[in-house]
């Protein structure tokens, strides 16, 4: 079945360091392709999303590509901040039964970043 | 509402109780999913609606649990004589559902549930 890895961590960071979170899938079909983050007391929320091989997703300084060679999707931020301390899935989502598109989660990263 | 709403926001019950946990999601949503999340397993899909109906059931872990929604708003998801590997944050999600596309999914706060 569907399933993704992702980088466990904790990572802890100083400010302004650059930051790679390592995900990678299998899948047997197409998928899309995402990053969610949880702010320490916060809901989930959608940081980023690709839809297609080679789509690069960005959003608030960070990036992910979608590389269907490599089955990868990492997370990068060229300059980390103190308030992107947070956990970070990887997941994705197909098309199944009955049009869901439930998401399949990686275990989460613990980002902390220090001043 | 603005977001999707859960409650309660906290349930401590004990070993062998049934609990129901309420999801509100965000108005005009059809699509409803619940995800569970804990220490051991991470984040888990449970189950998926579209309007009242749930084509995706496979999450589920045991027939211990079920979930209802109706009026294609409001669901409650449903544990009886609760364990205490049912110990974990329960996430419902809900989104636009329009078929062809993917569709964002806007989750809510969860609830945590704790069993003596």
């Known amino acids: 079945g569907n399933s993704v890895t992702q980088m466990e961590g904790p990572v802890t960071l100083s400010e302004e360091a650059f930051l790679t979170i390592n995900c990678t899938y299998t899948?047997?079909?197409?998928?899309?392709l995402f990053w969610y983050v949880q702010y320490p007391g916060e809901g989930l929320q959608l940081l980023l999303k690709?839809?297609?091989?080679?789509d690069k997703g960005s959003n608030k300084g960070f990036e992910a590509t979608y590389r269907k060679e490599t089955t990868s999707f990492h997370l990068e931020k060229g300059s980390v901040q103190v308030s992107d301390s947070a956990v970070y899935f990887c997941?994705?989502?197909?098309?199944?039964?009955?049009?869901?598109?439930?998401?399949?989660f990686g275990k989460g990263t613990k980002l902390t970043v220090n001043p | 509402g603005a977001g999707v709403s859960q409650s309660p926001s906290n349930k401590v019950t004990e070993k062998g109780k049934d609990v129901e946990l309420r999801c509100d999601p965000i108005?005009?949503?059809?699509?409803l999913y619940w995800y569970r999340q804990s220490l051991g397993q991470g984040l888990e899909f449970l189950i998926y609606f579209q309007g009242n109906s749930a084509p995706d059931k496979s999450g589920l872990p045991s027939d211990r649990f079920s979930a209802e929604r109706t009026g294609g708003s409001v669901s409650t998801l449903t544990i009886q004589r609760t364990q205490q590997e049912d110990s974990a944050v329960y996430l419902c999600?809900?989104?636009?559902?329009?078929?062809?596309?993917?569709?964002?999914?806007?989750f809510g706060p969860g609830t945590r549930l704790t069993v003596l």
């Open positions: 899948a047997t079909g197409y998928p899309s």
């Open positions: 999600a809900s989104s636009a559902g329009t078929s062809g596309l993917y569709n964002e999914q806007f």
């Open positions: 690709a839809t297609k091989a080679d």
């Open positions: 997941a994705l989502s197909d098309v199944f039964q009955g049009g869901s598109e439930k998401l399949v």
């Open positions: 108005s005009g949503h059809t699509a």
